[in-house]
């Protein structure tokens, strides 16, 4: 894996960095960035402000913003800009935005030519400690999310945590439940210091953002770079994903967003762990508190039926050889992989439907 | 590169033996085949009961024949099968057919859920030499070809070189270019050999097929398995290519084929190599011989602009900071990889040109 290390610079208005650190790299020449209107409105004229102060010239390509753009057609759209450009294999795409367009971009690049330099600028929390990270490329299938895509590992991530200011607090506390995973998953004294630190991290506060940036992408890396391509260990980073994708699915993408649904799978996860005597009832009352001071929900919402949830994740691609695999808790800090009983998991699941608030 | 170490399986009637090849592979499940109607119509009767006795159950999936099935479009159509068919990350894609089918099919098995199992079954001389083997995947792009495309080894790859008897005779000797170049860039002794046999090669004798095809496949293999990402080695296997897919370029990919135009990359390339000192004229008028013995031209057929083909040389993606890339023979069995002035490649095309058959 050595020789696909790459820089993860995590700072506080590091963004008119981005300039000095491409030129660390060897060869950059030609720069596309991939950016949605709304971020580029914003951070555009800064990034262009540094690059140009480095020598570099770019162009910008704008694809919708939101998760439609992550389709086959505008995947399309940007093959006919990079073309257009005439550019060769020594380009550069920087990805600046959140989880959407780094995947749209990351895919573009590991495929155009058969695979061009990608740096990703994430501009939102669950992408700067989740999505930029270990390579991961998607586009859509209107028949599910990320059914088609590649591994192909960045050159370069710039994650600036200053940024996270002007998000939306929704998005920043569906971040955050990425954070929580990162903390049950890998890391007691991360979930303790966001048992403590709630209230300054829903303030923005910069200090506090930036540790648990740098722990979460410490956590991601280490992970994925002991295992790029989802073999075994880096499956523990799907905690809270298996009920939280079926979850996003029969709600359509829209209702819940992805922590919030990852946060119900968490909340799902512990149960069943309980169940299947892994873990303790206080590691549920534990988690359960740190995601309700999140602002995050812990339970089913409702008109959702158990049996679309069922139907949902026998379809998901988490799915091996017909059964249900599960990462589930032995306590705060350490997950195992099972493959649980499809009936085991319908009992779970009606109980914790059973349980949801009014 | 060990553990991306892959069976090459060449014979002579051995298209019935896929079955048990592919039960000696880990956990085949679901089968995928992707092929082109007049493909599938002679062999996919002998395949489907091939696996049938091994006791696998295959759908079929096909798309144009040709250059045209290599489009986002038809990628678009194999992704909506695949998912159409429910199939997760154990699905097996055959791709049974030429080049093409092989680009195409490996392109989506490539990305589809982040990469499933491939197994090549070529098809065509050229596919079972050269694009079968080293794990290159692509579709089109209206401005280029394979300009969007991935690495993706294969698990398998079943090269049955009886199926060479139906080819077409342009077919077959635009395939023996590609062996040609393997002798030129490798093995003196298959170039010999060639000199030797050509009329029994183009009268389809399985021995001497196989004997070509194995050892074509082996260089090949060898190349791209210390060199995986073409950053040096695996370049030599562009003899040929930078003045050849410029011709074909120019002439739209349809008046001079693939391998024809390879023949007349690597008459220039010889050419080239004597105007730099790099070999002597014995070599070009060796390779000339065996060229025409084969039924391949050795020169540009008229028609064809310098200018035209210089400006396509100059947009090909074997471009690195503006200048030619060439792939130069120093003698039948080695050769280097140049950077070579455009004026000196220019006055040596007007040579190349001028000397064109009336």
Redesign the interface.
Known sequence: MSDRAYPIVIGRHCLPRLGRLLKSLAAV?RIVIVSAPPVYRRYGRAILASLNASGFEARVVTVPDGERAKS?RWL?YL??RL??A?C???VTVIALGGGVIGDLAG?AA??????VRVVQVPTTLVAQVDASIGG?T?VN?P??K??????HQPALVLADVAVLRTLPTRDLVGGLAEVVKYGVIADPALFQYLERHAPRLLACDLAALERIVVRSAAIKADVVGRDE??GGLRRILNYGHTLGHAVETVTGYRRVHHGEAIAIGMAFAARLGVRLGLCGWNLVERQDGLLRRIGLPARLPQGISTSGLMSSMA?D?K???GRLHFVLPRRVGAVVVRAVDTAEVRRALTAFAADRPG
Do not use: M, Q
């Open positions: 020449r086959l399309s093959y006919d073309v257009e005439r060769d294999r020594d895919f590991s495929t155009y030519l058969r695979g991961k998607a299938h028949n599910g990320n059914l088609i895509g590649t591994f391509r989802e379809h691609k799915v091996r050889g």
